[in-house]
């Protein structure tokens, strides 16, 4: 499986960006897939966002409720992350993911990564 993301740079607070990640290389798609993101110093990434891809739903973080939006285009495998009303916190680099746990709403287990994208929000 091969995530490829794209997206991401630098944008003012307050301002909107969206991520994409482009899935391959499998016929078979876990269900949980979502978005992790690490912090500058911190050594953790972060739950931000995930979504049962064949189902529909979504759990977010709490820090990103109600500003950022996860979605996906079915038949072209892509997933995204629209994010909104953005704050220097929200700074750091994101991580599409897929979690070797179908049920998977807190993506605890991530087992394919895309590369990495920055995202930068200055104030």
């Known amino acids: 499986v091969h995530l490829v993301q794209s997206g991401g740079g630098l944008v003012q607070a307050g301002g909107s960006l969206r991520l994409s990640c482009a899935v391959s290389?499998?016929?078979?798609?876990?269900?949980?897939m979502g978005w992790l993101r690490q912090g500058p110093g911190q050594e953790q990434e972060e739950f931000v966002a995930?979504?049962?891809?064949?189902?529909?739903?979504?759990t977010y973080a709490d820090s990103v409720k109600g500003r950022f939006a996860i979605s996906r285009d079915y038949v072209r495998r892509i997933l995204y992350l629209q994010m909104s009303s953005v704050k220097p916190e929200d700074t750091g680099v994101y991580y599409c993911?897929?979690?070797?746990?179908?049920?998977?709403?807190?993506?605890?287990?991530?087992?394919?990564w895309g590369q990495g994208t920055q995202v930068t929000v200055s104030s």
């Open positions: 993911v897929s979690d070797e746990d179908d049920r998977s709403v807190r993506l605890a287990k991530p087992h394919y």
């Open positions: 290389g499998a016929t078979d798609i876990s269900d949980a």
């Open positions: 995930a979504m049962s891809w064949h189902g529909g739903n979504t």
